[in-house]
């Protein structure tokens, strides 16, 4: 069975971008970086919300992860704008369920909070890889969002870059 790895960077008032989907704001540079991209070879799969996908979208990136199988939930995104892209409108669960069930590399679990919240409430995400960045926006769009319980996790590692970037991994109980 395949994990799903919800890979996110995040400030330490708990936000992954601001009200505005932005994220200038995060360290951009210096090996935490380098290695973020590095893991996209670990991935077979990429999930992510409308609003994550149309960050990429805005500048004319339909297919922002080509080494990927790439899953977008919409229920507002009629047909997708890259044939590899395939846009999911139902049952956001059920088809991660299947892609779990799959042979093959873990499941990247890109954003945002809302699909993170809806899939860690269901017991489907298996790890959350936080880059905790050094920073504290007060206001944003939350780590997870519409999360009916709590879910309990186990520190598996940690990194600490020089920039004061904290790799945080852990697994979903």
């Known amino acids: 069975m395949r994990k799903v790895v919800y890979h996110v960077a995040v400030t330490v008032d708990g936000f992954i971008a601001r009200e505005d989907d932005s994220f200038d704001c995060f360290c951009n540079e210096g ?42 939930f919409s229920k507002t995104l009629k047909e997708s704008p890259n044939p590899r892209v395939k846009v999911i409108a139902e049952d956001a669960v059920g088809v991660v369920r299947k892609l779990k069930a799959e042979e093959g590399k873990p499941i990247y679990l890109a954003g945002g909070g809302e699909l993170a919240g809806m899939l860690l409430a269901e017991g489907v995400v298996d790890e959350v890889l936080i880059k905790l960045n050094p920073l504290l926006l007060g206001a944003g769009i939350p780590l997870v969002s519409k999360l009916p319980a709590h879910v309990n996790l186990t520190l598996l590692s940690t990194k600490v870059y020089r920039n004061g970037v904290l790799l945080l991994q852990y697994a979903v109980r």
Do not use: C, N
């Open 31 to 72: 090996p935490h970086v380098d290695e973020y991209v590095a893991s996209f070879a670990g991935y077979g799969a990429v999930l992510m919300g409308r609003r994550t996908y149309d960050i990429g979208l805005k500048v004319g990136v339909t297919d922002p992860y080509p080494m990927m199988e790439t899953y977008v």
